[in-house]
């Protein structure tokens, strides 16, 4: 059973950094394409970023040049590195994945982006 474990959500003043981290348990993590998504309250869950098995990456327009995606497979990890956070990045962060027919989700981690 594929799980991940997420951490580094936290409160950040407007103009900072976070780094959210998403650790995979199993061994094919490689073979993975993994997602970021967040969720404000009220709103639709929305897809963030992705890094595909090779290194690809693609983002949502409202995040580009601010936060950068990236995988550490030896690790089994995936990073979102978020730059000049503003208050509308404020979410539950999820890292996700589809494999073998099924959705995995992590359990989310808090951004609050506030002065």
């Known amino acids: 059973q594929l799980q991940f474990a997420e951490s580094g959500g936290g409160l950040v003043q407007p103009g900072g950094s976070l780094r959210l981290s998403c650790a995979a348990s199993?061994?094919?993590?490689?073979?993975?394409?993994m997602d970021w998504y967040r969720q404000a309250p009220g709103k639709q869950r929305e897809l963030v970023a992705r890094?595909?098995?090779?290194?690809?990456?693609t983002y949502a327009d409202s995040v580009k040049g601010r936060f950068t995606i990236s995988r550490d497979n030896a690790n089994n990890t995936v990073y979102l590195q978020m730059n000049s956070l503003k208050p509308e990045d404020a979410a539950v962060y999820y890292c996700?994945?589809?494999?073998?027919?099924?959705?995995?989700w992590g359990q989310g981690t808090q951004v609050t982006v506030s002065s």
């Open positions: 890094i595909t098995s090779d290194g690809t990456t």
């Open positions: 996700y994945t589809y494999w073998a027919f099924t959705n995995y």
């Open positions: 199993g061994s094919i993590f490689s073979r993975y394409t």
